[in-house]
């Protein structure tokens, strides 16, 4: 009987399977049917890699649709296609590594339909304390377009057209930015914007200013390796907006670092070059965001071997640390970059040497010694600098940064010496033969060591002693002037968004500076000692408290000196839109500075004012901008902006010669510099323009001229004139576009045409060097008035092509044209007023031509691993040209020039998991 109803409950089971199977035999039919013309499609792209670029296509985004396991992902055109899927409301789910995943809700998809959604562009993902960094240190705020122009650089645009190049030669197709590449040697790059030098141009890092305080000037070798770390590179040309109590004349560049990253993960890179530097290597390290809130990222990297000019070479490291922690609406970050290098200089030769020599890569201040090469010339330098940053959200509209900074210096820079005014041309090349043995051209470091050794001598009342000391005095030394410094400060800025058209900005701006001054023997070369003397003014010793000094390796000579800066400043911005298509800004400051020196020797030429510390010299200076934009229409707008303000003489400037004496120049007086600025843009979705003319005029500035004299007052070395009240007009027309011809093709060009000349005649006062008490003349009248400013060209223009391949390639071309460029004018020739003698000397102008191209490659779909490969080729067609001349003294036939690198290349991989 059990055996019956079992056989029963299987025929029954049986049957129901059968009505099961059928049943989903029909419902699976019924959706093969649906699903067979029934999809999601759209395209995705990337956001611009510049301001004015346009999105590109996006290939390898994955999209899903949530909940199921359906998906797709891009095609080299951005394209995808979900196939399969059956009627209904879908979230659609879009992700790539490095981009904010974005969700696209309710997408309806209805029977025998193919649903495209619009194109989509995603977010770059931004790193942890990226957005409060760029409220604190940003000169654009997003929410109003400035009326100025500003020049945005990217990661990518860095990354892609570096190679070996000195961090601010990103800059050189910027409209009205000049980089002078100096010497050669890694970090001697200098930075000219609309003519001004660095001194006059602002730069901060992360919204800290980074402008030395005695002298205001940028020394990029302590800066040098920025390019492994930078999310972009601001460049804001004129008085513009800024969020800081700063005066600068040119305009401000503002260098933004990447914080903390979300994911973890490792980079390293390895380049091979012959340009500063044979060899680099990188190392990049992210742990990622904890569930702690903590993330952390770090950079290490070397750069070193012989430069492509010769006797240069580079050994340096640099450093970065970044640590972010969140606290509900509290962000704080530690930053933390430093460089730490030893680089062998290139020098300034005449045209003749040059000539005679027969090559541009010339360099003088190296030669032989012990069987080997030594460059006399080397830069050393070690200069961390930390940052603490506190962002505060106190509510939406109303936020609090803070930022806490300290650096510290160890540097110098070495060069040989001499002890007396007869023996220069043993160390220097002769200017004057143009048929001269080219073997004597470089310095021969055995002969001077010869020399040193068979000095035998006694000195009388060695070192105050009373008792005499002999032995053998070295003649020619290698000596380091050191310059080390300690720097604090803290800058606070409250941001306040009033409401929809009134935003405020308000802060205070202090810093605190020490520099330590002073010069040591590094290298007797074969000598017993140094007598600290000076080789002008009958031998006067450069300490009395310890006369006749005789000085060993390691020990100071010459000058030693402290210098002290303070500075307070406070600010206040206001930008208000009073209708829609009108942005209005108004900008104060005030600025209360004051330096002093402190003496430590007394010196032998200023007995009086040699010793201890100087009066307090104070300043008061103000800083009043206004500025407007229009937007005509949404393609259309103008710009206006003015400004007036006035900078106190920098420290350096401030004193007869802040290396011995407390005397100042006269009267100290503030700088005065007004400027006024039109610009128009125009924005299409594939073409964006920018004119703008600007008027600057800059009055009562103080400068110092070195160089060689043959003959002035009976004067063979070097001579220092003081140049005081300078006036000078600045003035230009600046154009730049930005082209998508192609999807994949981007053309950008600029044009950049200025007037930038001296007004009126400054008068000098001349000093030998080292300084003599005795003036060699007083209220000289330099006959400057309407001669052009020289060391920058003032015409240029670039163009760049850059075509973005599909399977992750890249190649582009950069060219530069350079135009009415002008030595610097020599002081000493401009005494007299004579018709040969008013204008300066052109130099040629020139072309140069860059070629960038890389490729990367996925190594593993499921993981962030890529292998990129670049290639830089700078100036392809090997053109040289002076770069950097200044007038010939009188007495010398020919000027001291540099030259611009010849043909030179970098290759980098990089290996990112």
């Known amino acids: 009987m059990l055996f019956k109803q079992n056989i029963l409950l299987l025929h029954k089971n049986n049957y129901l399977m059968k009505k099961i199977l059928l049943s989903l035999c029909l419902i699976c039919l019924s959706q093969t049917i649906f699903a067979q013309s029934t999809a999601i499609k759209g395209k995705i792209q990337t956001p611009p890699t510049s301001d004015q670029g346009q999105p590109e296509d996006a290939v390898g985004v994955t999209v899903s649709l949530q ?24 979230d659609v789910i879009i992700s790539l590594i490095g981009f904010v995943s974005d969700t696209l809700k309710g997408i309806k998809v209805q029977s025998n339909t193919e649903t495209t959604i619009p194109t989509h562009t995603l977010k770059e993902e931004k790193a942890l304390g990226l957005e409060e960094v760029e409220i604190f240190a940003n000169m654009i705020d997003g ?149 702690s809130d903590w993330a952390a990222t770090a950079v290490v990297a070397r750069r070193w071997g012989d430069g492509f000019r010769e006797g240069t070479n580079a050994d340096s490291w640099s450093y ?30 005449t045209d003749e040497n040059y000539a005679t020599v027969g090559r541009t890569t010339y360099n003088p201040n190296w030669g032989t010694y012990r069987g080997g090469k030594m460059n006399a010339n080397i830069n050393r330098s070690s200069k961390p600098m930390f940052s603490f ?88 030394i290698i000596r380091e002037s050191v310059n080390n410094h300690q720097w604090a400060g803290a800058i606070t800025t409250l941001n306040a968004d009033i409401n929809d058209k009134l935003s405020i900005t308000a802060g205070l701006d202090w810093r605190w500076y020490r520099g330590f001054h002073y010069q040591k023997v590094n290298n007797l070369l074969g000598g017993d000692f140094w007598l600290d003397v000076d080789r002008n003014n009958n031998n006067s010793d450069n300490n009395l408290q310890i006369p006749n000094r005789t000085a060993r390796e390691g020990d100071r000579i010459g000058y030693d000196y402290n210098g002290t800066v303070r500075w307070l400043g406070a600010f206040v911005q206001a930008e208000y839109s009073p209708i829609k298509n009108l942005d209005l800004f108004l900008t104060a400051n005030y600025v209360y500075n004051d330096f002093q020196r402190n003496g430590k020797v007394w010196n032998g030429k200023y007995p009086d004012n040699s010793l201890g510390l100087s009066p307090l010299y104070t300043f008061n200076n103000y800083t009043l901008k206004a500025g407007a934009n229009y937007k005509i229409t949404g393609r259309h707008n103008v710009f206006l902006n003015v400004g007036r303000f006035t900078r106190a003489p920098f420290f350096q400037n401030a004193f007869v010669d802040n290396r011995v004496t407390n005397l100042v120049r006269g009267n100290l007086n503030s700088e005065e ?38 003959q002035f007052s009976n004067v063979s070395d070097f001579v220092n004139f003081q140049l005081s009240n300078v006036n000078a007009l600045h003035r230009g027309i600046e154009v730049d576009f930005n082209w998508q011809a192609m999807p994949a093709l981007a053309v950008q060009g600029m044009f950049s045409l200025g007037d930038w000349r001296y007004l009126g005649n400054p008068t000098a006062q001349v000093l030998t060097d080292p300084v003599s008490s005795v003036p060699l003349a007083t209220n000289a009248t330099i006959y400057a008035d309407n001669l052009k400013v020289g060391g920058v060209p003032q015409t240029t223009s670039s163009i760049n092509l850059r075509y973005r391949g599909k399977r992750f390639w890249y190649v582009g071309v950069n060219g530069n044209y350079y135009a009415r460029l ?77 030259y611009y690198f010849g043909r030179t290349y970098s290759i980098t991989a990089t290996m990112s998991i």
Do not use: C
């Not at 003698?837 to 890529?866: Q, Y």
């Open 822 to 898: 002008y030595s610097d004018f020599n002081a000493e020739t401009r005494l007299t007023n004579d018709s040969y003698v008013n204008a300066l000397r052109p130099l040629p102008e020139a072309i140069t031509f860059d070629i960038f191209m890389g490729k990367s490659w996925r190594l593993d779909k499921k993981t962030r691993s890529t292998f990129q490969l670049r290639i830089n080729l700078n100036n392809i067609t090997d053109r040289r040209f002076i770069i950097d001349s200044n007038e010939p003294t009188p007495g010398y036939l020919s000027p001291f020039s540099q």
């Open 673 to 710: 510099i007004s400027s006024i600025e039109l610009g128009y843009g125009y924005r299409a979705p594939k073409l964006a323009i920018n004119v703008n003319a600007y008027h600057t005029e800059w009055r009562n500035h103080s400068y110092t001229q070195g160089f060689l004299t043959s």
């Open 67 to 90: 909940g199921t396991l359906q998906g797709a992902v891009t095609d080299i055109d951005g394209n995808f296609i979900i196939k399969g899927i059956s009627p209904g409301s879908y």
């Open 143 to 291: 929410k109003r377009q400035p009326p100025t122009p500003i020049a945005t650089i990217s990661q990518q645009e860095i990354e892609e057209k570096m190679g070996s190049q000195d961090f601010p030669e990103m800059l050189k197709s910027t409209p009205g930015v000049f980089v002078n590449t100096g010497g050669g040697s890694w970090g001697d790059s200098q930075i000219r914007v609309r003519g001004f030098t660095s001194e006059n141009t602002a730069t901060l890092f992360n919204g800290i200013p980074v402008n030395d305080m005695e002298n205001g000037r940028v020394f990029w070798a302590n800066w040098n390796g920025l390019q492994d770390v930078t999310r972009n590179q601001q460049v804001q040309r004129g008085l513009g907006v800024s969020k800081l109590a700063i005066s600068s004349v040119g305009g401000t560049m503002n260098i933004i670092t990447n914080p903390a990253e979300h994911r973890r993960g490792a980079r390293m890179s390895q380049t091979f070059s012959n340009r500063a530097f044979q060899h680099a290597t990188t190392w990049r390290y992210s742990t990622g965001l904890s569930k």
């Open 389 to 476: 940053n506190h962002y505060w959200d106190i509510t939406s509209k109303l936020t609090l940064s803070t930022a806490l900074y300290y650096s510290w210096a160890d540097a110098g820079g070495s060069a040989l010496d001499r002890t007396s005014t007869g023996l220069r041309f043993d160390i220097l090349p002769n200017p004057t033969t143009v048929n001269s043995n080219p073997d004597n051209f470089q310095i021969n470091f055995d002969v001077l060591e010869t020399k040193n050794r068979a000095n035998f001598i006694t000195i009388q009342n060695a070192n105050g002693s009373g008792l005499p000391l002999s032995g053998n005095r070295s003649q020619y």
């Open 320 to 349: 970065f640390l970044s640590v972010h922690k969140r606290v509900k609406n509290h962000q704080f970050m530690l930053t933390g970059f430093g460089v730490l290098q030893n680089n062998a200089r290139g020098g300034r030769a």
